[in-house]
């Protein structure tokens, strides 16, 4: 099975910051890698889908980047409500691995 | 609107066979552009992808629990029906059933989750 590696596992930093996650998988994965964010409690929410399309209604501040084996989540302009874990997640075609989460925090 | 919501057992003991529930409204089972993967949590770990049904029915699993997983639905009451052989206790987890996009494998929509936990 592919695997999914994200780094950091967890992150600091200011509001206004500009913060990039990165996700790595064991093999190329053309780009089916989707993003989700999970606040404490609550169930993940669809973020970013096929490496860089913004699904509706999340802010402009998030995007991604990426192809084959390496993936960027970017969120400028850092807002407290962004303060959760993100979670990369491999698609097209199953096991529907997820990488094991960055935790953001402010 | 599309929802989905969870049901089961709150509380089940080692061995025994967890049968959890997912009830989907908004949109059908049938539609080929959709399908439902189940997606288990457990407390301050990673989300761990368990299995997923498509509308003509084919079944994937996770290869570690491929063994003790079975998957189905009923198109007509909406709901997709996850089983899980032998529990042990580190299978306590929020379980989420979610809405998968069949262009992108993306999870669109997700279910509030429900707790299982294993003990005795």
């Known amino acids: 099975d592919i695997q999914m590696t994200q780094s950091p596992s967890s992150l600091s930093a200011s509001v206004g910051d500009r913060v990039t996650i990165t996700c790595r998988a064991s093999q190329s994965i053309s780009r089916y890698l989707n993003w989700y964010q999970q606040k404490p409690g609550k169930a993940p929410k669809l973020l970013i889908y096929?490496?860089?399309s913004l699904e509706s209604g999340v802010p402009s501040r998030f995007s991604g980047s990426g192809s084959a084996t390496d993936f960027t989540l970017t969120i400028n302009n850092l807002q407290p409500e962004d303060v959760a874990t993100y979670y990369c997640q491999r698609g097209y075609i199953t096991p529907l691995t997820f990488g094991g989460g960055t935790k953001v925090e402010i | 609107q599309v929802t989905l919501k969870e049901s089961g057992p709150v509380l089940v003991k080692p061995t025994e066979t967890l049968t959890l529930t997912c009830t989907v409204s908004g949109f059908s089972l049938s539609n080929e552009r959709m399908s439902v993967s189940w997606i288990r949590q457990p407390p301050g770990k990673a989300l761990e992808w368990l299995a997923h049904?498509?509308?003509?029915?084919?079944?994937s699993y996770s290869t570690s629990l491929q063994s003790r997983l079975s998957i189905s639905k009923d198109t007509s009451k909406s709901q997709v029906v996850l089983t899980m052989t032998n529990m042990n206790p580190v299978d306590t987890a929020t379980y989420y059933c979610?809405?998968?996009?069949?262009?992108?494998?993306?999870?669109?929509?997700w279910g509030p989750g429900t707790t299982v936990t294993v003990s005795s």
């Open positions: 096929a490496a860089s």
């Open positions: 979610a809405r998968v996009r069949i262009v992108s494998y993306a999870m669109d929509v």
């Open positions: 049904i498509f509308s003509n029915d084919e079944k």
